[in-house]
């Protein structure tokens, strides 16, 4: 219920936007946000935004490059991501909850979605 696509390989600098769609009624007003795993470390968030988009949240990693915006009327969400770093190469993967505090915390995600890979070359 929730694809993610716009993965890709970039160089270091590069930008690449990702975007996440949502099936189904259950989305109605949810929150939604991207989480990251590296290979070898465990998944981190990234960032979230509330249904609304009034209310955004980023972790301290991508302050500054990232940006995270919705569409409700098609229930996307989208992660643009400037000025890329090769630290930055993992698999993103979409979620959605209830609230942006449950998504923020990462407090048993009610949704995921499959991941896309992000690979930044030095």
């Known amino acids: 219920q929730l694809q993610a696509s716009g993965g890709g390989l970039v160089q270091a600098g590069g930008s690449l936007r990702l975007s996440c769609a949502a099936s189904?009624?259950?989305?109605?007003?949810?929150?939604m946000g991207w989480f990251r795993q590296a290979p070898g470390k465990a998944r981190e968030f990234v960032a979230v935004?509330?249904?609304?988009?009034?209310?955004?949240s980023y972790a301290d990693s991508v302050k500054g490059r990232f940006t995270i915006s919705n569409h409700n009327a098609q229930n996307t969400v989208y992660l643009q991501m400037n000025n890329l770093k090769p630290e930055d190469t993992a698999v993103y993967f979409c979620?959605?909850?209830?609230?942006?505090?449950?998504?923020?915390?990462?407090?048993?995600?009610?949704?995921w979605g499959k991941g896309t890979q992000v690979t930044v070359s030095s």
């Open positions: 979620a959605a909850d209830r609230s942006v505090v449950a998504v923020r915390t990462n407090a048993n995600i009610r949704y």
């Open positions: 189904g009624r259950a989305f109605s007003t949810y929150a």
């Open positions: 935004i509330s249904w609304s988009g009034g209310t955004t």
